[in-house]
Structure formats: structure tokens, C-alpha cells
């Protein structure tokens, strides 16, 4: 993690509830990397912030309704956004479709991307935008952060201070784990011994793609057929998060879906700017 991700993080922790205006002064000291900061927390899933659509662009399956506008039920004010848009050589911004009113035009814009229509690309809010930290990034700062190997951030004692303070309260309201005293059968445990750490992890991923021949682009769906189980679906994410935050391997996303199957796809890790992690990269 970059220092300045980082910083942003502490800087957070020190806001309540861990939510603040996306303006406010506390993030001041960022000034034109703030946007590219938060953006690459956001794809990470470590913060949220409140969006908003900045472009659209006519999809395929957007023309053909328009070809025959019948054959789907569509509202006349949809259709006429719909046109307007297909009138583009390329994205369109939302402020030039000028009918019907913003409101109204951006609840319209939701709708047919919902539907597959258009494709609507996302950033952050432009007024009364706030940001927050979200529960992934809880779990990442209370279990998960280490300090990259060689790096040497400076942090402000007033950031320490937040980070503390964020520790004492999440470890204080940490449930604790359920014990039980009841008889373990000898199947059960053999289930429960199982506890891969993230460097057979690492290796399983370098096994898989010799065997599978994937040059170093090892689809996840493979790893979990591997993994799943003993692992869960997020044990096995946050065992990737891991291993990417040690700079071990590195997630990327899939460009072409059309090449596997819907569940293939699915085994990806969601992203909430669209697509999903798909390949993982060993380092």
C-alpha cells in the first residue's frame, strides 16, 4: 500500500463513525491526488464513496430496442434519453441531455444501465459527497495491514493516535470465537486441522498454473475448485488481499468475459467500480 493510501486511511479513522464530507479539511493535505487516492481504495474495497455518473455510451443492446422500440416496454421519456444518447459518436455526459430535469434524467440513466441499455461510468460525486471506511477496510486495518518490506512512511502522531484509538474500540467489540466442550469426531477434525497459511497458498497458486499451463495468469475459479474447501469463498479472498498487500502476487481483471462460462465468472472477486478480480499474477 502507497503511503499516501495509507494516510488516507489514518486520516479516516480519525473522522466518526469513520465518514466524513469528501471536502473536508481533514483531507486537505492530498489536494489533487485525493480523487486517484480514494478511487484506488475504492476498487480495493477498503472505502465507499458517494457516486455518481459521470458519461454514458449506447450499448448494443440499446440499438436494437431502438430498431424496434415495440417490442420492449419502455417509458417515452426513456426512449427519448435512449435516442439522445445513440445520437453520440462515443460517452455523453449526463449534463448534455438537457430534457428531462437532472432528477428525473439521472433516476432514467440508473434505469437503463440497470437493464443492460447503456453503459454508465461511475466517479466520485461532484457535490455533497462523502466518503467512509467500509467494513473490509475495518477488517484490513484491525487484521490484516503490515508494513511493506523496505518501506519507512512517516506517520504524524496524530495519525498513530487514530489508529489506536480504532484499534481499542474494534478488538474491544471483537466477538470472540464460540468454544465448546462437546466431543470432536475423528472426521471433524480432520477437517479442522486444516489451516493453509498464505505461503501454501502461494505455492498452490504456482503449482496450478504449471500444471495448467496458464502462463503466470491463473484464473481464481481454478484456485478455488483447489481450495473450496476447506477454505470459504472469503477466506480465500482475504488470503488473496493478503498475499497482494505483501506483494506477493497481483489481481487483475477480466476484459473479455465472453471467453468463459457465468460461473467462471462469478468466481471473480466482485469490485464495486465494475468487473471483477479474475487473475491472479504470482510476483
Not at 3 to 29: E, H, V
Not at 229 to 241: F, G, I, N, Q, T
Amino acid at each position: 500500500m502507497e503511503t499516501n493510501q495509507l494516510k488516507f486511511l489514518l486520516k479516516l479513522l480519525g473522522c466518526a463513525d469513520y465518514r466524513a464530507s469528501y471536502t473536508d479539511r481533514t483531507f486537505d493535505s492530498f489536494k489533487k491526488d485525493k480523487n486517484k487516492i480514494c478511487q484506488n481504495l475504492g476498487d480495493r474495497e477498503l472505502v465507499d464513496y458517494s457516486r455518481e455518473i459521470a458519461a454514458v455510451k449506447i450499448l448494443p443492446p440499446g440499438r436494437a430496442l431502438l430498431q424496434e422500440p415495440t417490442k420492449v416496454a419502455i417509458a417515452d421519456k426513456e426512449l427519448k434519453v435512449l435516442e439522445k444518447i445513440s445520437k453520440a459518436s462515443g460517452k455523453i455526459t449526463p449534463s448534455e441531455i438537457t430534457s428531462p430535469k437532472a432528477a428525473e434524467r439521472d433516476a432514467i440513466l440508473k434505469s437503463l444501465s440497470d437493464r443492460g441499455l447503456i453503459e454508465a461510468e461511475l466517479k466520485i460525486k461532484k457535490s455533497k459527497a462523502e466518503v467512509w471506511l467500509t467494513e473490509r477496510g475495518i477488517e484490513y486495518l484491525r487484521d490484516d495491514y503490515s508494513p511493506n518490506k523496505g518501506s519507512n512512511p512517516v506517520i504524524s502522531l496524530e495519525l498513530l493516535s487514530n489508529y489506536l484509538r480504532f484499534l481499542r474500540k474494534t478488538l474491544r467489540d471483537k466477538p470472540e470465537p464460540v468454544s465448546t466442550s462437546a466431543p470432536i469426531s475423528v472426521e471433524s477434525a480432520a477437517v479442522t486441522i486444516i489451516n493453509l497459511t498464505d505461503e501454501e497458498i502461494l505455492q498452490t497458486i504456482q503449482k496450478l498454473d504449471r500444471e495448467l499451463g496458464s502462463d503466470n495468469y491463473l484464473p481464481i475459479f481454478h484456485l478455488r475448485q483447489k481450495l473450496q474447501p476447506p477454505l470459504s469463498r472469503e477466506e480465500l479472498d482475504k488470503a488473496l488481499y493478503r498475499l497482494e498487500e505483501s506483494d506477493q502476487i497481483e489481481l487483475s481483471k477480466l476484459a473479455e468475459p465472453g471467453d468463459y462460462t457465468p460461473e467462471q465468472v462469478d468466481a471473480g472477486i466482485p469490485q464495486f467500480s465494475g468487473g471483477s478480480l479474475f487473475f491472479i499474477i504470482a510476483i
